[in-house]
């Protein structure tokens, strides 16, 4: 099982306070083989020194300008060699020391791996499944009701994968998916928290815009007629969910 190399791709700019924890979640994996990719996009607030304490371990650093954050993820997914990719950007962590190792075991070489995420504060406390759970099944049609899926919950062949789609500024990631998983011959799910990620990043400080994206993506992908049926049903169930819970969660 250890020949199955995974590589890990954070992409950070100017975040000092929260690239340590994602950092020592990767370092602290009891799978062995695994490589460690990070981008930073010429950080000025002390971020490039964090990464460099921890440089002996990890793969590769680049620091340079980019154009946004999806042109910084497709610079790491050309650095990588591994047999599947998974995205971790900073803020993010890996769930516990062998969550990689239960991707491994637990993914049975399957195209596509994935698993459950949680929400964590700044404070890094826990403080909430996320509202969409990830389906016993998944296949390219999966995400026509939403992104049931965390992208740091989602391992995929590297084969499959394709440069992100820069026409998206913050929702790019829901292409790249589906994509990846119309070419994808089998999925797994590994029934086990996999993630936690840190609420509040940029598609929901920019909701808007994120929303009219994620609408032009699915309307790609599942059509027009389609896709304004589909959104009639996310948004039933979003009412469903705010009374029955009071607020919205990822």
């Known amino acids: 099982m250890n020949t199955v190399k ?10 000092v306070r929260d690239i340590a924890y994602t950092i020592s979640s990767v370092l602290q994996q009891s ?25 002996d371990r990890i793969t590769r650093v680049i620091s340079e300008k980019d154009k946004g954050i999806y042109d910084a993820m497709n610079k790491g997914l050309a650095l990588a060699t591994g047999d599947y990719v998974l995205f971790l950007n900073s803020g993010d962590e890996l769930y516990a020391p062998d969550t990689i190792q239960c991707i491994v075991e637990k993914g049975n070489g399957a195209d596509i791996i994935y698993g459950e995420t949680k929400l964590v504060d700044e404070q890094r406390n826990i403080v909430a499944d996320r509202r969409h759970k990830a389906p016993e099944q998944f296949n390219w049609k999966s995400f026509r009701y939403g992104m049931n899926i965390c992208h740091q919950a989602i391992y995929i062949k590297r084969e499959l994968t394709t440069p992100y789609d820069l026409n998206y500024q913050l929702s790019a990631d829901i292409d790249w998916v589906i994509r990846a998983a119309k070419k994808a011959k089998s999925t797994q799910n590994v029934h086990q928290y996999v993630a936690k990620y840190l609420v509040g990043g940029m598609s929901q400080k920019r909701h808007r815009q994120s929303l009219k994206e994620r609408y032009a993506i699915f309307k790609k992908h599942y059509g027009i007629f389609a896709n304004w049926f589909n959104h009639g049903v996310i948004a039933l169930r979003l009412i469903k969910y705010r009374m029955k819970h009071g607020k919205t969660r990822e």
């Open 6 to 15: 995974i590589s890990i791709i954070t992409i950070v700019y100017n975040n």
């Open 31 to 55: 799978y062995p083989n695994i490589e460690y990719i990070i981008v930073d996009g010429a950080s000025t607030d002390g971020t490039l020194e964090v990464i460099r304490r921890y440089e």
